[in-house]
């Protein structure tokens, strides 16, 4: 059975960083793109970051860039997503999912094919 987890998550205080996990289980990341979208309660999800298949293609949100990246280290299965400099703002529930084959990151959450079970980041002092 194909399924993502995350972890990682947790409760840090402003400025401090987190380093989310995605890993995979049942199939190779390596083929997949592989995006992170957050929800804040009361918002819509939106997108974080992205990284597609054979990392030919890194996509991380304007709103984030400077403060975010993304790697994958394909021996352990795993795709990452380093969080610096956190802001109260950036509380959510971070999601990871996979979209195969795609070698430009698609933006949609909607064109990813599964999704994992959600970490809480929490950004307070």
Do not use: H
Not at 31 to 46: C, L, S
Not at 58 to 74: H, M, P, Q, T
Not at 92 to 106: D, Q
């Amino acid at each position: 059975q194909s399924q993502l987890v995350e972890s990682g998550g947790g409760l840090v205080q402003p400025g401090g960083s987190l380093r989310l996990s995605c890993t995979a289980s049942g199939f190779t990341l390596d083929y997949y793109a592989i995006g992170w979208f957050r929800q804040a309660p009361g918002k819509e999800r939106e997108g974080v970051s992205c990284i597609s298949s054979r990392d030919v293609d890194l996509y991380v949100a304007d709103s984030l860039k400077g403060r975010f990246a993304i790697s994958r280290d394909n021996a352990k299965n795993t795709v990452y997503l380093q969080m610096n400099n956190l802001k109260p703002e950036d509380t959510a529930v971070y999601y990871c999912a996979a979209c195969p084959g795609a070698i430009l990151c698609p933006r949609r959450a909607n064109e990813y094919e599964f999704w994992g079970q959600g970490t809480q980041v929490t950004v307070s002092s």
